[in-house]
C-alpha cells in the first residue's frame, strides 16, 4: 500500500414504532493506493521457415516496465427489520 492511513465513515439511520424496528446503516473505508509494478525482459532470437515467406529471424532484446494502481476501498450496506413481541 502506498498510504498507512485509513478513513472511514458510517451513517445510521433506525426507525421505531411500538412493535417494528426498522434501520439501515453505510460503511465506507477507504484504504489508500495500491502500487504495482513488474518488468519483462526479453534477450534472444527465434527462427522461423515458412514455406510461404521463406525464413525469417527476430531478435528480442528489450525489456518492458508496466505499473498499474489501484484504490481500495469497501462500501457497505446493511438493513435490518425487527418485530418486537409483547413479554
Known amino acids: 500500500m502506498a498510504?498507512?492511513?485509513?478513513?472511514?465513515s458510517t451513517a445510521?439511520?433506525?426507525?421505531s414504532t411500538t412493535h417494528w424496528i426498522a434501520r439501515c446503516e453505510y460503511r465506507?473505508?477507504?484504504y489508500g493506493k495500491?502500487?504495482?509494478a513488474s518488468t519483462r525482459r526479453c534477450?534472444?532470437?527465434t527462427t522461423i521457415t515458412d514455406p510461404a515467406i521463406g525464413t525469417a529471424t527476430f531478435?528480442?532484446?528489450e525489456?518492458?516496465?508496466s505499473t498499474r494502481s489501484a484504490d481500495v476501498q469497501t462500501h457497505s450496506a446493511m438493513f435490518g427489520l425487527a418485530y418486537l413481541f409483547d413479554y
Open 63 to 65: 525489456t518492458d516496465v
Open 34 to 36: 495500491a502500487n504495482f
Open 59 to 61: 531478435n528480442c532484446f
Open 43 to 45: 534477450a534472444g532470437s
Open 12 to 15: 445510521a439511520f433506525a426507525i
Open 3 to 8: 498510504s498507512s492511513s485509513t478513513r472511514s
Open 28 to 30: 465506507f473505508a477507504d
